[in-house]
């Protein structure tokens, strides 16, 4: 069966230091999506992707953030200078169509120290 | 501004008992999505909605579009359905998910 899958599982890192979140979407998806839920929280939309370009973004996406899809098949987020509140597990989603079934990777769990 | 409330928040239950948890939308949509969040974190999806009924297994949600409500139904519940549910609306490209709902199942 196909599948999402994130890397790293677990990143620990020191305030202030960039992060690169990987993301491989199913093949033939075309439509990807970032969401991160803080410990104890609801899972909150980060960002949504398609067509090489970002179709929404929500008010946490502020300038820190960054996507890319920089070889057709990884989907990357990046934080360019972590701060203790970005603490979180992070999931990479992807479907193939507008309203289709979403198909969520396992999460990455960043700790910021 | 896109609200999603699902309730209860906390549900617990004997097996066997069936189960309802209840997400309510505040603005139009074009799916509504169940998803199920295991302990270790993990989600699943298990239903995407615009209209009707779906059943999948012990698992029943249906969707009701005027009201703006939808709910999950579990017949004859079991301790491994024992997560969180998650109601989320997908409108445009954007999702707004609920706060979840925490289902243990007592055996």
């Known amino acids: 069966e196909p599948e999402v899958t994130q890397t790293p599982s677990h990143q620990v890192t020191q305030m202030g230091q960039e992060v690169i979140l990987r993301c491989v979407p199913i093949s033939n998806h075309l439509y990807f999506y970032w969401y991160r839920q803080i410990l104890g929280q609801k899972v909150e939309f980060l960002v949504s992707?398609?067509?090489?370009?970002?179709?929404?973004k929500s008010e946490i996406f502020d300038d820190q953030f960054s996507v890319e899809r920089p070889d057709g098949s990884n989907f990357t987020l990046k934080i360019r200078s972590t701060k203790l509140e970005d603490s979180a597990m992070y999931f990479c989603?992807?479907?193939?169509?507008?309203?289709?079934?979403?198909?969520f990777g396992e999460g990455s769990r960043l700790t910021v120290l | 501004k896109n609200e999603v409330e699902q309730s209860p928040q906390n549900l617990t239950a004997q097996e066997g008992e069936f189960i309802t948890i209840n997400c309510s939308y505040s603005v139009g949509i074009s799916a509504l999505h169940w998803l199920q969040q295991h302990p270790g974190g993990g989600i699943v999806s298990l239903f995407m909605l615009s209209s009707g009924k779906k059943k999948h297994g012990r698992l029943i949600a249906t969707i009701n579009i005027q009201e703006k409500h939808s709910s999950l139904h579990i017949t004859a519940s079991h301790p491994r359905d024992s997560a969180v549910y998650i109601c989320?609306?997908?409108?445009?490209?954007?999702?707004?998910f609920g706060e979840g709902t925490q289902l243990t199942v007592n055996p």
């Open positions: 989603a992807s479907t193939g169509r507008f309203t289709g079934e979403l198909f």
């Open positions: 992707f398609y067509n090489n370009e970002i179709s929404e």
């Open positions: 989320v609306e997908s409108s445009g490209s954007r999702l707004t």
